[in-house]
């Protein structure tokens, strides 16, 4: 059965990006890019299992400062090939942003149940993967439509900077699925009660 799911990595101290909006911090963990290699090459690496959750999902929905770090850091609008995403992609955003060329991106703002409404139209028995960031993922839980948080836990501590998931989350909201360490990372799942 399709799921709604946040999937994401965050640093031990649960800060997705740094106070600057970065994702440079988790580049620096072996595994954490994909132009990093680990040593052993036969061993599951994080960028292993991601592949293998972007393959079962079939739309992804993601914030407007999410979207403008890609932008940024990966240039897709003068390399559209540089888009990741094959899957159709809703970025929520109050303000007029560039396409990237030739990719199946929606911009969308206010509520996110009619977002996510479309999303499960498209993506029919594939998951949709809420990207981030934090307050974004915060209002599909708010509205019920969350079923599954993945974390993988850098080992880096932050201080400060953009939280994993700014809402109020009580331990009865969530189960515990699976826990499993790959590479540098620790994986927990927790489906959403």
């Known amino acids: 059965m399709a799921k709604t799911v946040y999937n994401t990595a965050t640093s031990i101290d649960g800060y997705l990006a740094d106070p600057e ?8 963990v072996p595994g954490g890019h994909p132009e990093q290699s680990e040593e052993g090459g036969d061993a599951e690496t994080p960028l292993d299992e991601f592949g293998e ?5 079939g739309a992804i929905c993601m914030g407007s400062t999410t979207y403008e770090w890609i ?3 990966e240039h897709p609008l003068d390399n559209p090939d540089k888009w990741a995403y094959e899957s159709p992609c809703w970025v929520f955003t109050s303000r007029d942003l560039p396409a990237v060329p030739g990719k199946d991106i929606r911009f969308a703002s206010g509520d996110v149940a009619a977002v996510h409404a ?3 139209e498209v993506a029919g028995d594939k998951d949709r993967w809420i990207v981030g960031g934090g307050d974004l993922v915060g209002q599909f839980f708010d509205a019920g439509l969350l079923d599954e948080i993945r974390v993988s836990l850098a080992p880096v501590f932050l201080g400060d900077g953009a939280p994993l998931l700014p809402r109020r989350i009580l331990s009865h909201h969530l189960e515990l699925t699976e826990t499993k360490s790959v590479g540098q990372f620790a994986c927990l799942t927790y489906k959403v009660k």
């Open 53 to 57: 959750f972007l393959a079962g999902v």
């Open 21 to 28: 909006n970065s994702l440079e911090w988790l580049f620096t």
């Open 71 to 73: 932008l940024e850091y």
């Open 118 to 120: 479309e999303m499960a």
